[in-house]
């Protein structure tokens, strides 16, 4: 599987944070700007440590990791708004909102491992919804939005998207 890893600047750069084997491509993004996803409140941060999948918003992961000079993890990806918050759907959604677009996300199963899911026309609430509810998410964080892709294969061979990439995940079987 090949999806998304957070939003991405024009260039396909990373926006906000990203690491990759402990090295910082691009620092954590802590500000509050308006009218942008990525700075919904509270954004968060995907990453892996030791081999534990975590999403934690910007603020604890900041707090975790205060100068990722000295101690970084194995894999960080930042983005936002966070959708599932200690087992709550974020505030910041309505249910029944008529802000359907397609949008891809990573929830951290009850039983550590992660889970990606890639939907077409669906909001935030709806979203965070399935993450808490069927999934059993006590924490999720919205990945991209109207340009999200996700490739499963080969065996599947599905494909959402054109593979316009900027910042990826992806998930390899283990042989």
């Known amino acids: 599987m090949i999806t998304n890893g957070g939003m991405f600047d024009p260039d396909y750069s990373p926006h906000g944070l990203l690491v990759c084997n402990h090295k910082v491509y691009k620092g954590l993004d802590t500000r509050t700007a308006k009218n942008a996803n ?5 954004n ?3 990453f892996i440590e030791g081999g534990k999948y975590a999403v934690l918003s910007t603020k604890a992961f900041h707090e975790k990791y205060p100068d990722l000079k000295d101690k970084s ?10 959708l599932v918050i200690n087992d709550s759907i974020n505030s910041n959604f309505t249910n029944g ?3 359907m677009n397609i949008r891809s ?4 199963l009850p039983n550590g491992n992660p889970v ?5 026309g669906i909001n935030f609430y709806d979203f965070a919804t399935l993450f808490k509810d069927k999934f059993g998410c006590r924490s999720a964080l919205f990945l991209d939005g109207a340009i999200s892709e996700m490739f499963v294969g080969p ?10 990439f900027g910042p ?3 998930v390899l079987p283990l042989k």
């Open 38 to 42: 990525f700075y919904l409140q509270p």
């Open 44 to 46: 968060g941060v995907f």
């Open 73 to 82: 993890p194995d894999f960080a990806t930042q983005s936002g708004p966070m």
């Open 97 to 99: 909102s008529q802000n």
């Open 105 to 108: 996300g990573v929830g951290i």
């Open 116 to 120: 990606f899911i890639i939907c077409q």
């Open 155 to 164: 065996q599947e061979e599905q494909k959402l998207g054109d593979y316009s």
């Open 168 to 170: 990826m995940i992806t």
